[in-house]
């Protein structure tokens, strides 16, 4: 295994060199049941520290790959193994690249109808030797579940990406993980409306410097509030280092 899993405040975060992702990848597709990768941000990693459903869910992943440059901050702070950080959307375009040189299978879940066409399309026009299995709507009403659950189980697609529309996110696939048969699950929220060319992805020089939440906050100023989160999150970190020294 090329993979090192570290604990930053209790939180798993797995360290995975972009040269090893391949092979990761296509170890991962083998396991048999179901399967998860986790993009963890600075928030996930705190939210993630409850004893509650989502923290069970980032434990037991497969794969948990940091996108907050504060958790490779974090890290380095702690005196940790410093793990390499991901872009989601550079990360996922990677996993279909691997998917489509293994003529392998891809399930697309979420958002509106209109944009999961368009990104069924342009996903297919980039990536021609991965077999699309099916598609589902997100948004839907709970009374479908469990014909969306079938579906994927019966399409037993190598990987399915999740985007917005999905109640619990992550949890989903997690708390159904024993009625789907070998699948790998994906959630990150824009890939389809990115996909579809409705959202237009962060920069690589914005999300280089770390920079990747203001462009959401000067769309919702609420987001600003995000600060308060991140703040406990410094206070952490320097009581664990406190702690250690004592």
């Given amino acids: 295994m090329a ?56 434990r037991n992943a497969d794969l948990v790959l940091p996108i907050s440059k504060s ?20 990360a996922i375009i990677s996993f279909l690249s691997v998917l489509d040189s293994q003529y392998k299978s891809l399930y697309l879940f979420g958002s509106r109808k209109k ?7 342009n996903v297919h026009a980039t990536f021609p030797n991965i077999q699309i299995r099916g598609r589902y709507v997100g948004y839907y009403p ?10 994927i189980y019966k399409a037993t697609p190598s990987m399915v990406l999740v985007s ?11 708390n159904r993980r024993n009625r789907f048969s070998s ?16 959202t237009k992805r962060i920069s690589e020089k914005t999300f280089e410097k770390g920079l990747e939440i203001w462009p959401e906050i000067f769309h919702n100023p609420l987001k600003i509030f995000y600060i308060l989160p991140y703040m406990r999150y410094k206070v952490l970190l320097l009581w664990y280092k406190i702690s250690k020294t004592k």
């Fill in 142 to 151: 709970k009374t479908v579940e469990n014909d969306i659950i079938s579906a």
């Fill in 164 to 174: 917005d529309g999905v109640p619990e996110k992550n949890i989903w696939a997690f």
């Fill in 3 to 58: 993979i090192t899993r570290i604990h930053l405040l209790k939180v798993p975060i797995d360290i995975l060199l972009p040269e090893n992702l391949e092979k990761e990848i296509l170890d991962l597709l083998k396991k048999p049941g179901t399967k998860q990768i986790i993009f963890l941000s600075v928030w996930d990693l705190l939210k993630a520290r409850r004893k509650d459903k989502f923290g069970e869910c980032v």
């Fill in 115 to 121: 944009i999961l066409v368009q990104a069924e399309k």
């Fill in 71 to 90: 958790l490779i901050k974090g890290a380095s702070f702690l005196k940790l193994s410093v793990p390499v950080r991901y872009n989601p959307f550079t």
């Fill in 183 to 198: 699948s790998t699950f994906v959630y990150y929220k824009e890939i389809l409306n990115i996909f579809a060319k409705r």
